[in-house]
């Protein structure tokens, strides 16, 4: 082979990864992390305050099983009434994405059924008002 042929094998090749990187490009599924991202940032101070006031108080603690995540709230909080939201946030796909109102029963505990969430690493971000005050906190879980 000699170097005129050589060369077109190299342009083939090179234009041929150029041609697969723009497709690529073109066709990877990326999702911010809200749909309204600068709306939330000017409301982030309030979770910084929210997160404060969760340090002052027990641990929010989250045990999966079989079926649910078990989301158990600060022992400081049983018996107060609780409203706020979980937001079960998939890192990797905004369709895996769920915002559930914070139901807890007697004992500060909430369940959150695993059957409608695809098996993969999540974020919790949980933010609850008990006594007039904000409380916010994230917590990592890889469901399987």
Do not use: H
């Not at 939330?40 to 929210?50: K, M, S, T, V």
């Not at 909080?77 to 914070?102: F, H, P, R, S």
């Not at 008990?130 to 890889?142: C, H």
């Amino acid at each position: 082979m000699n170097w005129g042929n050589k060369l077109v094998v190299v342009f083939v090749g090179f234009a041929t990864f150029i041609g697969t990187l723009v497709y690529k490009a073109t066709t990877t599924k990326f999702d911010l992390v809200t749909k309204d991202y600068y709306k939330e940032e000017l409301r982030y101070q309030d979770q910084i305050d929210g997160m404060a006031n969760a340090a002052k108080v027990s641990a929010v603690t989250v045990a999966q099983g079989p079926q649910a995540l078990m989301i158990q709230f600060p022992k400081e909080m049983k018996g107060t009434k609780l409203e706020g939201q979980v937001w079960v946030y998939c890192k990797t796909d905004a369709e895996n994405d769920k915002k559930i109102a914070v139901t807890v029963d007697d004992s500060g505990k909430q369940l959150i059924l695993k059957k409608g969430f695809p098996k993969g690493a999540y974020q919790l971000k949980i933010n609850w008002k008990a006594g007039g005050e904000s409380f916010y906190t994230q917590k990592d879980v890889l469901i399987n």
